[in-house]
């Protein structure tokens, strides 16, 4: 497993603990990943099971003037793992 992929996961673990979920390009700047490092990790965990991710309500961005987020967080095999890992 990468380092940056360690480094998504221990965010979207952390957001887990605290019942939150992210957002890309939150996961950007919290990781200090570029937006082409981060996005095909959040893809590939999505793929593998791990993450699950859905589009924001368009009700929640009225008035904002940018696109729609897609937020992130770990599924149950994700947290196992994130769990397992030593980062």
């Known amino acids: 497993m990468t380092a940056p992929t360690k480094m ?3 965010e979207l673990l952390s957001a887990h603990q605290e019942n939150h ?3 890309g390009l939150e996961i950007c700047d919290l990781t200090g990943l570029g937006h082409g490092t981060v996005y095909p990790i959040l893809d590939r965990l999505a ?11 368009k009700k929640d961005r009225v008035g ?3 696109p729609l987020r897609i937020y ?8 196992k793992k994130a769990n397992s890992i030593r980062y």
């Open 8 to 10: 998504v996961l221990r």
């Open 21 to 23: 979920k992210l957002y």
């Open 47 to 57: 793929e593998e099971g791990f993450a699950q991710n859905q589009k924001e309500d």
């Open 72 to 79: 992130y967080w770990l599924t149950e095999k994700g947290v």
């Open 64 to 66: 904002q003037g940018r």
